[in-house]
């Protein structure tokens, strides 16, 4: 069974810092990448994706891919009291059309 | 544009009871998903579909859960009879294509078997 490991956390930042949030995943063949976001009794929504390795940024946040190690992360810079929330780590699995999610690393960024 | 819509938000029920559960994708999204997901997981797939047809139920417990997208847009999930660990968030989700493209979410549907 493939898999996506989250730290469950809760990873909690002070306002105005940097969130880093990790996700390592088993299957080396995994191609795309996500990340979610799910506020309490919501739905995750999408915040981020990668497909290459390196660095894409998309305003205060940062998406980093590296497949040689199996691991992807994000960064929330400036994170705000809004931020708070649980992240999710999604990966797709053996084959392109189904994707794994971890269980989710929740953020709490005090005011 | 309209997002997933899924019904009823809530649901309460015994177990050994049915239920279902009902979802529209967004327009043009050939590809629609179902999960469940358990308080503090993250959300797992029990079945695909690609238009009308199933890509992938591998992890639907077929012989309790069932699923059908029979016009190619909206869908039904169903669960009979329920059993105390199926309390949990289902989300439908609806992507333009399956592959490697982006899935939109709806609010999900809170099932409670008592």
């Known amino acids: 069974q493939k898999e996506v490991e989250q730290n469950s956390g809760p990873l909690s930042v002070p306002e105005g810092a940097i969130a880093s949030l990790n996700c390592t995943y088993s299957d080396r063949g995994s191609q795309s990448f996500f990340w979610y976001r799910q506020y309490s009794g919501k739905s995750p929504e999408l915040i981020m994706s990668?497909?290459?390795?390196g660095d894409k940024e998309d305003g205060r946040f940062t998406a980093q891919l590296n497949k040689a190690s199996q691991y992807v992360s994000l960064l929330i810079r400036d994170s705000q009291p809004s931020d708070s929330a649980t992240y999710l780590c999604a990966v797709n699995g053996e084959s392109s059309y189904k994707l794994i999610f971890g269980s989710g690393t929740r953020l709490l960024v005090r005011p | 544009e309209a997002g997933v819509a899924q019904s009823p938000r809530y649901k309460i029920i015994e177990k050994r009871q049915s239920v279902a559960f009902w979802c529209n994708p967004i327009s043009g999204h050939a590809t629609l998903y179902w999960y469940q997901q358990i308080l503090g997981q993250g959300p797992k797939l029990l079945i695909q579909f690609q238009n009308n047809g199933v890509v992938d139920d591998s992890q639907l417990p077929k012989d309790r859960f069932s699923a059908e997208r029979l016009k190619g847009v909206d869908s039904t999930l169903k669960i009979q009879p329920a059993k105390l660990e199926d309390s949990a968030v289902y989300l439908c989700a609806s992507s333009l294509a399956p592959g490697l493209v982006i899935q939109y979410f709806g609010a999900g549907t809170r099932l409670s078997v008592l």
């Open positions: 990668i497909y290459s390795n």
